[in-house]
């Protein structure tokens, strides 16, 4: 696609022999977990960065995330909490914090934290809770305790999902997304972490899992845009590579298709509850 801002890094550039080591005893999703802080350090020692920030595929930026990085001040590593809502709250099984936009520095205390999370997650990272641990996400519970120089991110326009949408409210100022919680400001949206958005059956979307409740103002302001967003990926990729695949395999329908109700609802409206059609999302007919 001839990318102007991006280099594309292979597996087989950074894949050291510790990794080629445990790759076959992993699942694909569970090497991927295990090499996220090692493509953090190969970009931190392979390019003249000062800092490198990791994101997970499934986040939509809507607005500058250099907010974000600002905030960590002198300190050299950032993180972002679930804030999970009461009801939702996984703390115990999934960490306090996620690995969804972590920042580290390439100083002598970002480099020492990064170093032992690269090492516990080639010696254990699975997609299992065990002893404390799951996947490579536990591990950040006690950084700010373990490590100096951490920073937990306040910025509540970092980290909205499906597990804490309802926590917040949202409205569009001069073509911006704004959210404000009971006790905050109204502030930009930075990102959103479309947790658990997939393609679906018939021309259509899960949203998330069918666990979180979501509200007309999220799906209006935040998923249709994504949607959207989508769409406009899609078409580039295929003007590439008209034979591309850029999705999982679509999700059957089955949740819908156990109730007859909800099958008549989805047919006449074009969707329920986090199931939609495409082209009532990208049409942000909510």
């Not at 005893?25 to 996220?36: I, K, L, S």
């Not at 170093?115 to 006690?142: H, P």
């Amino acid at each position: 696609m001839h990318l102007s801002n991006v280099t594309v890094i292979s597996l087989k550039e950074f894949e050291t022999p510790e990794l080629l080591s445990i790759k076959t005893t992993r699942t694909q999703g569970e090497y991927c977990w295990t090499c996220t802080a090692s493509t953090i350090w190969y970009c931190l020692h392979t390019f003249p960065l000062d800092h490198c920030t990791y994101i997970d595929a499934d986040l939509l930026f809507f607005s500058d995330p250099k907010v974000l990085t600002d905030e960590m001040g002198e300190k050299s590593v950032l993180i972002t909490e679930h804030r999970y809502s009461p009801d939702y709250d996984q703390s115990e099984l999934s960490g306090i914090y996620c690995v969804q936009f972590i920042t580290f520095k390439n100083t002598e205390p970002g480099l020492k934290v990064l170093s032992w999370w690269r090492k516990a997650c080639i010696q254990w990272c699975y997609n299992r809770f065990e002893d404390g641990k799951f996947g490579d996400q536990k591990y950040l519970d006690d950084w700010t305790t373990r490590f100096d120089g951490v920073h937990v991110l306040q910025h509540i326009g970092g980290g909205v999902a499906p597990w804490n949408s309802k926590t917040y409210t949202y409205e569009s100022k001069a073509g911006r997304v704004l959210v404000k919680s009971q006790n905050s400001q109204a502030v930009p949206l930075v990102f959103y972490h479309f947790h658990d958005f997939r393609y679906s059956a018939n021309e259509s979307f899960r949203l998330t899992a069918e666990q979180y409740l979501l509200n007309k103002d999220v799906i209006r302001l935040i998923y249709s845009p994504y949607a959207n967003a989508l769409r406009d990926a899609e078409s580039k990729i295929l003007l590439t590579n008209p034979t591309a695949v850029f999705h999982e395999n679509p999700l059957p329908l089955t949740w819908i298709k156990i109730s007859l109700s909800r099958k008549i609802h989805f047919l006449l409206k074009g969707r329920y509850k986090n199931y939609s059609k495409k082209r009532k999302l990208q049409s942000n007919l909510y």
